[in-house]
């Protein structure tokens, strides 16, 4: 499992790798600029797999986000890192689509900071779910509406940067989004 002693990817803001330091050290303070992922997992009826953050999660702990984000670690390539956090986290593997990266920050009061480059993909989930209970708190599955709503009338129960991603996906990459959900 994750684990605040593992080594994680530092980059530049062009995802240049330039180091390596524990996952403990990337988060503290205002952060340590490091390679992250997140994924959006979609059911066959277009829903997509939000995760509860587990209560014992250094950063944002019970928040809602998306289905799955992690770091790959020292060594370690994006395409490996995800399906063993896929693995990990919901026991379950699908096919991935890279959609885009960017580069953000969010601060969570003393316990530190996310200081990220994030490559968020998509993907469907064929099979059922499994949560690691160590990992996440709980999962449910939500049509576009229900989330829009949920994200409109209670922001703050849901992580930072998925909201952010959220409304990247439904803005400048509705023709990706809509071949796993209902864009409207």
């Known amino acids: 499992m994750s684990s605040e002693s593992e080594e994680l990817i530092l980059v530049d803001r062009d995802d240049k790798e330039i180091g390596h330091l524990s996952k403990a050290r990337c988060h503290d303070g205002d952060g340590v600029l490091h390679r ?5 997992l ?26 799955c984000c992690s770091h790959p670690r020292r ?5 490996t890192a995800t399906k063993r956090r896929l693995a990990d986290e919901l026991n379950i593997e699908t096919t991935l689509e890279h959609v885009y990266r960017f580069c953000y920050t969010a601060e ?25 209970d160590s990992e ?17 009338r209670y922001p703050e129960r849901f992580t ?7 409304r990247e996906l439904a803005g400048n990459y509705r023709e990706q989004l809509a071949r796993y959900c209902d864009t409207e």
Not at 75 to 79: F, P, R, T, V, Y
Not at 160 to 166: D, R, V
């Open 75 to 79: 060594g370690e390539s994006m395409e």
């Open 160 to 166: 930072p940067w998925f909201k952010q991603e959220w």
């Open 108 to 132: 969570f009061g003393e316990a530190g900071s996310e200081n990220e480059l994030c490559h968020v993909y998509l993907g469907r989930v064929t099979g059922e779910a499994q949560p690691n």
């Open 136 to 152: 996440i708190a709980g999962i449910r599955y939500v049509s576009r509406g229900t989330l829009d709503e949920e994200l409109s």
């Open 36 to 40: 992250a992922f997140s994924l959006f």
């Open 42 to 67: 979609f059911n066959e009826a277009g829903e997509l797999l939000l995760q509860q953050r587990s209560d014992r999660k250094r950063l944002w702990p019970g928040f809602w986000s998306n289905s």
